[in-house]
């Protein structure tokens, strides 16, 4: 039977560099801020627990299960679906019983590890493992899981780095994030072509022949993929081989080849069709974003750089668009970049003051194994485990996921930035950005300069 996914993971998208904190050493916060927050959370223990009861008072009284309690950010229908998650794990043994708890605040997170009443397993993004790890605030995931026999072959390198500092892991991925090339089919016959690009040369050269102008000469229909603005800043210059970051995560590569080739070629396109009508033009598209007035749901964009929620999207809002998805292009010098992205994980992770980590971890290994294929059903993600990368149900929840999946496979992801002040860095790129994108500073320019700013970080 085929199996239905919603596809509502917008929730676990992650968009530039999201999920940095600064200031993770929340211990300024006062105890009873801790403890407000943790009587929060027994409140809707009280609540959660009276619906347990029937289910598990059997269970505890003839094995004297341990509580294990698992934090999440999930809320409404995703919140149900993680319920579920625990309801399956608590019948599949008797040792423990998790008890779930929905806590969107991350900053309820902080304060309460950094007292002495953390959950014993929290949902973080891969960005986060990295931030909160730094104040020494996670378990040592490769430590234990190598301890208890933990398979970690199920994951490829770009999961394992996201969620590594220095060589070891802090936490065990569920999810994985990527980004792919929508486009509309009609639009490209328009311009005589089949087949989507295989080189970013060859997108620019559709992108011009399919950029068009209203009477007063304003765009009136996008070719080159500048929105949405993260994948701009992200998948655009990925395509030509620039990062960010060096391989370790922490050494700038602002003025690297690819980034310049990326914005140079950005730049030739603005200034096609003059600066400020494309920066008109990509403002509206922003305020519309996701809207019934998106520009790609209106027919009014060619290529778009998003995720495998845009499918369903596009149908609730205009089904008689015809569009595809393929892999976003390399360049001809670097053809096998194709399918390079963003790479963001949500994973599973223990506090370091979790009373009950044996209950944890053996709650994460089940998740990210046993239970790991029901829950991606249902929440419509991509997986995170290798094993289901060519899960038939899985390439079947969602006919985007195919073209997701080969990508995926193909492990061109990108990692955020590791470095302590990724945060001001992050800030520094959009800042610069700017520059570039509104004419004020030449790539090559803003670049340096930004390459010299990023130096002083750490």
Known sequence: ??????????????????????????????????????????????????????????????????????????????????????????????????????????????????????????????????????????ENMTAMGTAKGYDFSIYDMPAVDNNSVDGQMYGFPITSVIIQMFYNKDLLVEIGETEPPKTMEELYDMAVRATTLDADGNIDILGYPLFPLASARQELIYAFGGTWTDEDGVTPTADSQGVLDSLNMNVKYRNLYGIDKVQKFVA??????????????????????????????????????????????????????????????????????????????????????????????????????NTLFDDPDLMACNDVFPSFMEALKTGN?????????AAQYTSFIEEYLDYVYNGSKAPEKAMDELQKMAESLK
């Open 1 to 138: 039977m085929k199996r239905h996914c919603q596809l509502l993971g917008m929730g676990l998208s992650v968009v530039f560099f999201a999920g940095l904190l600064t200031g993770c050493g929340g211990k300024s916060e006062s105890a009873s801020t801790a403890s407000e927050t943790v009587a929060a959370v027994e409140s809707q223990e009280k609540s959660q627990e009276e619906s347990r009861e029937t289910e598990t008072s059997g269970q505890t009284a003839e094995k004297e299960a341990e509580k294990v309690s698992y934090w999440y950010f999930h809320k409404g229908d995703e919140g149900e679906i993680m319920e579920r998650v625990i309801e399956r794990f608590n019948a599949s043994q008797s040792e423990y019983i998790v008890e779930g708890f929905s806590v969107p605040d991350k900053q309820k997170y902080i304060v309460a590890m950094s007292s002495d009443e953390a959950p014993d397993v929290i949902e973080l993004s891969n960005a986060e493992i990295v931030s909160y790890q730094a104040s020494g605030l996670l």
């Open 284 to 385: 509206t598209g922003n305020t519309n974003r996701y809207t019934p007035q998106d520009i790609f749901f209106a027919g009014k964009q060619l290529f778009r750089f998003d995720g495998p929620w845009l499918a369903n999207q596009i149908r609730d809002n205009n089904p008689d668009i015809s569009f595809d998805v393929a892999m976003i292009p390399g360049t001809e010098a670097n053809p096998g970049l194709r399918g390079v992205s963003r790479y963001e994980n949500t994973s599973l992770a223990i506090p370091a003051g979790a009373k009950e980590k044996d209950g944890a971890y053996a709650f994460i290994s089940w998740f990210t194994t046993e239970g790991a294929k029901d829950f991606l059903l249902e929440i419509g993600s991509l997986p995170a485990n």
């Open 413 to 421: 992801g990108v990692a955020a930035p590791k470095m302590a002040d």
